[in-house]
C-alpha cells in the first residue's frame, strides 16, 4: 500500500477549493472527507448536535471507511481532504505511519465566522483547531522533530501558484500548474455527502484558483459565545502558522 496523501484542514478552511484543484490532476484517487461522512452520517454519529431522526448510514463507520481507504490505496495514489477531530481516537503511530501528512490552516476569525452564518447553533466541538494542532505535534513528534507541511489559506488565495508549487514540493508530488484552472460547471456536490454540496455553488461556478487580496474578517461585532470560541482557537491558529510554507 502507497502512504495516503493526506490533507489535515478545518472547517470553512478553502479546502474544498485545494481538493477540487488536486482532483485536476488526474493522477490521484482523492476522497472528500470520508471520515467526516461517518462521523456525522454513519449508523453511530459522533457529532455533538446529533438528534435522533437526522440522516443515518447503516454500514458505514470510521472502521469501514478505513478500509475503503486502505483499499483504494492498494491499488494507487490516494488523495484525501478531511479534519483531524473526526479521528482523534485513532491516532496511534502505525495509524498514522500510513498518511503523507500535510496541513491546510485559515484565521480562526474567518472560519468561526463563516461556521456561524451557516450554522449558528454550531458546537465548539465541530470547530477543529485543537485537535488540528494535536495532530501536527504529534506527527512532528513522531517524525524525530520534523514538522509536516503546513499551507495558509491566504497565503495559498494571494498566489496560488507559488504555494501550490511550494506544497507539491513538500509533499514530494510534482507539481502540475494545469490544474490550477478548469472549466465552470463542474459539480462538486458529485463527491460531497454532506447536504448534497450546497455551500460548494460558488466553487463549481469557479474557473480555477485565481490570486485574491487578502480579507480582514472583524470578530468584534459577532456574538459574545462566537468571539468566545474565536479567542479560544486563535492560539491553536498561531502556533502552527509559525511552520507555514512561504513563497
Not at 102 to 130: N, Q
Request: aromatic fraction near 12%.
Amino acid at each position: 500500500m502507497t502512504k495516503i496523501l493526506a490533507l489535515w484542514a478545518v472547517p470553512r478552511s478553502t479546502s474544498t477549493a485545494f481538493e477540487w484543484m488536486m482532483r485536476q490532476r488526474g493522477d490521484l484517487d482523492c476522497m472528500h472527507e470520508p471520515f467526516g461522512e461517518a462521523w456525522y452520517q454513519g449508523e453511530a454519529p459522533l457529532w455533538q448536535r446529533y438528534k435522533e431522526g437526522e440522516k443515518t448510514t447503516a454500514g458505514l463507520t470510521l472502521e469501514t471507511v478505513w478500509e475503503d481507504m486502505q483499499e483504494r490505496a492498494s491499488k494507487g495514489p490516494v488523495f484525501t481532504k478531511d479534519f483531524p477531530h473526526y479521528i482523534n481516537h485513532m491516532w496511534t503511530p502505525e495509524f498514522l505511519s500510513n498518511f503523507n501528512h500535510a496541513f491546510l490552516i485559515r484565521d480562526p476569525a474567518k472560519t468561526i465566522s463563516s461556521m456561524f452564518a451557516r450554522w449558528p447553533d454550531f458546537d465548539e466541538g465541530e470547530v477543529g483547531f485543537p485537535e488540528q494542532r494535536a495532530l501536527f505535534d504529534l506527527v512532528t513528534a513522531l517524525n524525530d522533530g520534523t514538522p509536516p507541511p503546513v499551507i495558509d489559506s491566504d497565503d495559498l488565495l494571494e498566489d496560488p501558484e507559488t504555494m501550490v508549487e511550494a506544497w507539491c514540493e513538500a509533499v514530494e508530488i510534482p507539481f502540475l500548474p494545469e490544474a490550477l484552472k478548469w472549466k465552470p460547471g463542474g459539480d462538486p456536490s458529485e463527491h460531497s455527502w454532506w447536504d448534497g454540496g450546497s455551500f460548494h455553488s460558488n466553487l463549481s461556478n469557479s474557473t480555477g484558483l485565481k490570486p485574491q487580496a487578502r480579507k480582514y474578517v472583524e470578530i468584534a461585532d459577532a456574538p459574545d459565545r462566537v468571539k468566545q470560541v474565536y479567542r479560544r482557537m486563535r492560539p491553536h491558529y498561531e502556533h502552527l502558522y509559525q511552520y507555514r510554507l512561504k513563497a
